[in-house]
């Protein structure tokens, strides 16, 4: 009885050490071949932004908010748009304005194009007061277009000088070649980063080490189309620009004309800016505000071994 109960502690005991050898040669295959189920975190800091384009952008975020909420204020004085050097009151490509209803009742009327929008509470009649824009979105809030030009152009200049100073560093530092404008293979990563911003994902640590095609095609776009465009525009509605460049008018169609194109390129600034920063919530909101702050964004992962840093 005794020999059968040391037989079958024996046969136990070689079955236990035959399991670990096992357990021990499955971990080691996994460790080879990079698949092991428990890979430790690795934490990758990048550094992402470079001082200059810091500086830049903090001084532009009160700047744009100023100069957009300022020219509402402006717009305000006249709501509506023309094309063309005159303004045709019968013909505007956009009007906002109050209305007086048969009942009395008064309502904002946005028309675009020739179609009519009831926008009352918004645009047009907003808080009992008769403005196209409503107080809380210009500077500043009563209506005052003397103090609404002041602010506008103050701020103007502002962003005209900071914009040149990042275009010479840009340029100098080759910023805009290396980093901003895209190659033939950000063309075919396209449809890709498409369908990330479409769903607010970023796949890998690849978006934090530099800018994707979309990216660079917006902001290239702001940097050597929209900034440039919006100053010219706004240089084209002042008389005394427009005695010492006389031609800046004629190419942009008219001072109507300027004063439209103007308007378009700032709400292509506001839209930038409300997908900018729905990306930047979406994708890492303490994260990404860090990098802003220091340069560095850091990536969160695992380290296979045999293959790249995934998140």
């Known amino acids: ?26 971990a080691a295959l996994s460790t080879v071949s990079g698949l092991e189920v428990s ?10 932004h470079r001082l200059p384009v810091r500086i830049s952008h903090w001084l532009n975020v009160p700047f744009l908010l100023i100069l957009i909420m300022s020219g509402l204020q402006i717009f305000n004085a006249h709501p509506a ?11 505007p490509l956009l009007s906002i304005r109050p209305v007086q209803t048969e009942s ?6 946005t028309t675009v194009l020739g179609h009519q929008f009831d ?8 808080d009992g007061m008769k403005r196209a824009f409503p107080a809380w979105a210009t500077i500043p809030s009563p209506k005052w277009l003397a103090m609404g030009r002041q602010w506008h152009l103050f701020f103007s200049w502002l962003f005209v000088i900071n914009g040149l100073i990042f275009t010479a560093y840009a340029l100098a530092s080759r910023h805009v070649t290396r980093e901003l404008l895209p190659s033939r293979t950000d063309w075919r990563s396209f449809g890709k980063s498409l369908r990330a911003h479409l769903f607010l994902k970023q796949s890998g640590s690849g978006h934090a080490k530099g800018y994707n095609v979309l990216q660079k095609i917006t902001y290239t776009t702001i940097l050597l189309i929209m900034a440039p465009l919006i100053v010219l525009t706004g240089l084209a509605m002042s008389p005394t620009i427009d005695t010492a460049v006389p031609w800046l008018l004629t190419v ?44 560095w964004f850091t990536v969160e992962g695992v380290k296979r071994r045999g293959q790249e840093f995934q998140v």
């Open 81 to 91: 748009l023309y094309w063309g050097d005159r303004s045709d009151r019968d013909r």
């Open 104 to 109: 009395g009742e008064i309502k904002g009327l």
């Open 252 to 295: 942009l169609g008219g001072r109507q004309a300027a004063r439209t194109i103007h308007f378009i390129t700032c709400f292509a600034f506001v839209g930038f800016i409300l997908i900018h920063v729905i990306q930047v919530i979406a994708t890492g909101f303490i994260n990404n505000i860090c990098s802003m702050v220091t340069g």
């Open 119 to 126: 926008t009352t509470g918004v645009l047009g009649y907003s």
């Open 39 to 48: 890979s430790p975190r690795v934490i990758e800091r990048v550094y992402r």
């Open 1 to 26: 009885m005794a020999v059968l109960i040391q037989s079958e502690d024996a046969v136990n005991r070689e079955s236990d050490q035959r399991s670990t050898a096992e357990m021990s040669s499955t």
